[in-house]
């Protein structure tokens, strides 16, 4: 980069907003996928502006002096969807953390992408409202990366996706100009749905700086029950059923057994290891409704071979046992170094024959493969366990990754279910959408962002 360009960006932002020291510049080099920390990745210099206008300024610049933007919250992402290329300039919208508005009145809320998710739902559930979408990162990961990723999580059984509240955005497109998409209000079909596309489009299309969410009221009960399974194929045909039996659970996670062990190992809250696999379900409404839903769905589960259920003796003891289904991936890491995460996703009634699959390939390629996921809306995390040092068990990984994606394709599913492709998946991509439709998306990138300025590694920029 030349040095008037370097002085410019410091001078937007203000110098200390801005890193440079390589040591600083190492934390912006990787994000939570697999993908080691490695100086290729090492950005040219990471800047936090405070606001659309200086967004939109360092925007233009790129456009000018010819660098590559990578916007990033907080890095929490699993599919290598920040990872910038070396020399890049890294944008963190961390600074731009105000929840602006909540209108309790029409149930909306507009926020700053930096705000982190959690304490977001925190400040609605004050005032009796309800923000659903819920990653297992929520602790951390921000409002901004949600919308970016179009992030799930285990309520998406009942509530849906990030993308199911988004209402509008603010939204610095990679020109530098500043659009508004959507409408304040529930419906709105004025024009073709901008907001739909900058959901979940990875940083690549745009540069989100403001965010309207719709709210739900905040259910009055919840309930959550834990049914434990000799086998992983029992719980996964249950699934299906409490739906088909007109009960719609908020959460169902499925665990299996190298799951459940390692979170007992970590977390020591009583899950029985015993258990080739557990169903954490959780249902909400009136109370009198949440009393009768779960009645019914321990029923349901023990007619399909539940060796037990167990009912949260009170608030206190669900919310352990969420936060130990949170900590999964933390809990795993202490086997082996590296999880290879995924998270292709099946439609619902196909749960049994995917985790079929997994268990094939990994007897096939002699790896540990634990299963978990959100298995009320058919997104498995089936996670390989293994350790980068070890040549021929990453070879074996490659393989197993790949016929993950082709079995799970072939049961009318796709790559990701609420992760995004980022580098991990852009060489896959094509497997689902076909050489036709990432053609499209490409000539859409190639529209909005003819510099290939913003996030250029995630396979549309070719
Ligand atoms: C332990 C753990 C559990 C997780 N559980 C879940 C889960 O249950 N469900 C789920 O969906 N995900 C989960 N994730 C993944 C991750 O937390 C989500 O993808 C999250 O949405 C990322 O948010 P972030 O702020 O960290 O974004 P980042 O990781 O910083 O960025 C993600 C992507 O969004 C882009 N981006 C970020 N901010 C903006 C912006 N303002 N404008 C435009 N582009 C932007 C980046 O360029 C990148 O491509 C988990 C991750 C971890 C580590």
Redesign the pocket.
């Known amino acids: 980069m030349k040095p008037e360009t370097r002085l410019a960006l410091i001078h937007i932002v203000g110098p200390e907003h801005v890193l440079e020291a390589r040591e600083d510049l190492l934390c912006y080099a990787y994000?939570?996928s697999p993908i080691a920390m490695d100086p290729a990745h090492l950005p040219c210099m990471v800047l936090f502006p405070a606001n659309a206008e200086e967004v939109s300024r360092i925007v233009g610049l790129a456009n000018d002096a010819g660098f590559v933007i990578?916007?990033?919250?907080?890095?929490?992402?699993?599919s290598g969807?920040?990872i910038p290329d070396r020399d890049a300039v890294v944008m963190v919208?961390s600074r731009m953390n105000r929840i602006l508005e909540i209108d309790q009145a029409n149930m909306t809320a507009d926020l700053e992408?930096g705000v982190i998710t959690e304490q977001f739902q925190t400040a609605v559930e004050k005032l009796g409202l309800f923000y659903p979408p819920d990653?297992?990162?929520k602790a951390f990961?921000?409002m901004?990366?949600?919308v970016?990723?179009c992030?799930?999580?285990?309520r998406g059984a009942k509530y849906g996706v990030t993308r199911d509240y988004v209402l509008a955005l603010e939204v610095v497109m990679p020109t530098g100009e500043i659009i508004h998409t959507g409408a304040r209000t529930m419906k709105s079909v004025a024009g073709l749905d901008l907001t739909r596309l900058m959901v979940g489009s990875?940083?690549t299309l745009?540069?989100?700086t403001r965010i309207t969410v719709r709210l739900l009221a905040l259910p009055a009960a919840k309930k959550t029950l834990m049914a434990i399974f000799p086998d992983l194929e029992k719980p996964s045909q249950t699934v299906a059923k409490i739906f088909t039996a007109g009960m719609v659970p908020t959460t169902m996670e499925l665990l299996d057994k190298t799951f459940i062990n390692a979170i007992e190992d970590y977390r020591q809250i009583g899950l029985p290891r015993e258990a080739e696999a557990i169903l954490l379900i959780e249902v909400d409404g009136e109370a009198e409704s949440v009393d009768r839903q779960a009645d019914r769905i321990a029923e349901i589960c023990h007619q399909q071979g539940a060796t037990r259920t167990q009912v949260a003796k009170d608030a206190a003891e669900a919310e352990e046992l969420w936060i130990a289904r949170r900590s999964a991936?933390?809990s795993v890491c202490r086997i082996k170094p590296n999880i290879i995460g995924e998270d292709a996703t099946v439609p619902r009634a196909a749960i049994p024959q995917a985790v079929r699959e997994v268990q094939a390939i990994a007897a096939r390629h002699n790896l540990t493969i634990g299963v978990m996921g959100h298995a009320g809306d058919g997104n498995l995390h089936p996670s390989i366990l293994a350790d980068e040092r070890d040549a021929d068990e990453m070879r074996r990984v490659e393989l197993a990754v790949e016929e993950i994606f082709r079995s799970f394709l072939a049961l009318r599913g796709t790559l990701s279910g609420?992760?995004?492709i980022?580098r991990m998946k852009s060489r896959f991509l094509h497997l689902e959408t076909g050489e036709a439709g990432l053609k499209v998306m490409r000539s859409i990138k190639r529209a909005l962002d003819p510099n290939n300025i913003l996030?250029p590694t995630?396979g549309l920029g070719a």
């Open positions: 994000d939570a990578y916007p990033r919250g907080a890095g929490s992402n699993v969807g920040s919208l992408p990653p297992s990162s990961s921000t901004g990366g949600n970016a990723e992030a799930g999580g285990p990875e940083g745009g540069i989100i991936f933390a609420e992760h995004g980022g996030n995630i």
